[in-house]
């Protein structure tokens, strides 16, 4: 008995239009699931999201179709390949149906790829990780991410490590929120004496430099950082990886410490700003880089934008506007933003995984690499040597 596999497209109603391909019962029974159940809809959604980059990069002439001579030149083209599982290309190379049509719109294009394909679509799981990856991902690097990444490897390691990182910070602020008395509004009164925020007269406890990421000054500041380390950070772990998120957020950090105490000696610092605005611009570089295959990248830009600038205003709110106990004499930074970010820019570039090289890639790659050790080392030295820092309490 032959079953025919069902078109989840949009707009494609007879099956028969398109050349079948013969699955087993159980794909067949699972097919007719997709068909007739509740979850139709989500499978087609996903499918059409993996795909359409694909069809795009195809679609030269911005007409909406495909001249089949076309494909197959693509597909045969070992110097410019495109960006296709290599089952899969093989098996649409040897598909009959590549040898009838004159052209293929997007739904027989995803038609064809589901024949060739029989497992083409994945399960709830599998949709709800993809669809955060295509939070990062060029659309034509999704369906080799899909078949290398979330089929074969499941997604190991999980993108736990920030996850963990925002417990821990939640759990420091609740801390000090039961046991330090709060101003008024959003702003939560530090201790400044305690042993994490960043003090510049206690310079030589070096473990400050990292561990003022877990004070905050406000729910509203752990809030911002929260929201916007998840809503980047959780995407960029699960495509990058967390050996190379890890670095660029922790390291942002550190970078924001070393910046304040070059351009702002005098101040206190409090929060993970400086590691979520490492991310910010990593993702910001990811996503100019791959403008054009980024989808809805003006919203994407616009909205982090905004978040952005929200959390900068707070933070110079908190240091020129708000006058609660020791407001003129013990300033909180807000530079550790910009030097985060640019930390995060640099290491963007150098650290994180790169889905296409180009000649100027590899170049900007050596200029990011040289300047993340010459800024880090001058502001290591100047720490070291310079001689007007506070007076040191240890």
Not at 246 to 261: F, R
Request: aromatic share 14%; proline share 6%; net charge neutral.
């Amino acid at each position: 008995m032959t079953h025919v596999y069902p078109y989840l497209g949009p707009h494609y109603p007879h099956p028969g239009d398109v050349t079948e391909a013969a699955l087993t019962a159980k794909q067949a029974a699972e097919a007719d699931h997709l068909q007739n159940g509740a979850h139709r809809k989500d499978f087609r959604k996903e499918f059409e999201r993996r795909w359409k980059g694909i069809f795009r990069s195809l679609d030269k002439e911005k007409t909406g179709k495909v001249p089949m001579t076309y494909l197959k030149q693509r597909l045969q083209d070992s110097d410019q390949p495109i960006k296709i599982p290599s089952a899969i290309r093989e098996s649409l190379l040897a598909n009959s149906a590549l040898h009838k049509e004159d052209h293929l719109d997007f739904p027989k294009f995803l038609r064809l790829i589901e024949n060739v394909a029989p497992g083409a679509h994945l399960t709830r799981f599998q949709q709800v990780v993809a669809d955060l990856a295509y939070n990062v991902l060029p659309l034509t690097d999704r369906p080799e991410f899909v078949e290398s990444e979330i089929r074969q490897f499941n997604c190991r390691p999980p993108p736990v490590f920030l996850l963990i990182i925002t417990l821990v910070e939640i759990a420091v602020y609740v801390y000090y929120s039961v046991t330090a008395p709060v101003g008024q509004g959003a702003i939560l009164d530090v201790d400044l004496s305690g042993p994490l925020i960043y003090n510049p007269f206690r310079r030589k406890e070096v473990w400050r430099l990292l561990s003022y990421m877990l004070v905050h000054s406000g729910y509203w500041h752990l809030i911002m950082n929260m929201v916007s380390q998840v809503g980047i950070g959780i995407p960029l772990e699960l495509v990058h990886k967390f050996w190379r998120i890890g670095p660029v957020y922790l390291l942002g950090v550190v970078a924001g410490a070393l910046g304040t105490s070059v351009t702002d000696p005098n101040v206190f610092l409090a929060g993970a700003s400086g590691g979520v605005y490492a991310l910010i611009a990593a993702y910001l570089a990811h996503v100019v880089i791959n403008w054009k295959e980024i989808e809805y990248n003006w919203v994407r830009l616009v909205g982090w934008l905004v978040v952005v600038g929200v959390d900068i205003g707070v933070a110079l709110y908190t240091r020129y506007g708000y006058h609660g106990p020791n407001w003129n004499v013990t300033p909180i930074g807000y530079s550790a933003h910009f030097s985060g970010a640019l930390c995060g820019f640099l290491l963007g570039v150098v650290i994180l995984r790169c889905f296409e090289w180009s000649s100027w890639e590899r170049i900007l790659w050596w200029i990011c690499l040289v300047l993340t050790i010459s800024l880090f080392t001058f502001a290591v030295f100047w720490n070291i040597f310079w001689p007007k820092f506070p007076p040191q309490a240890v």
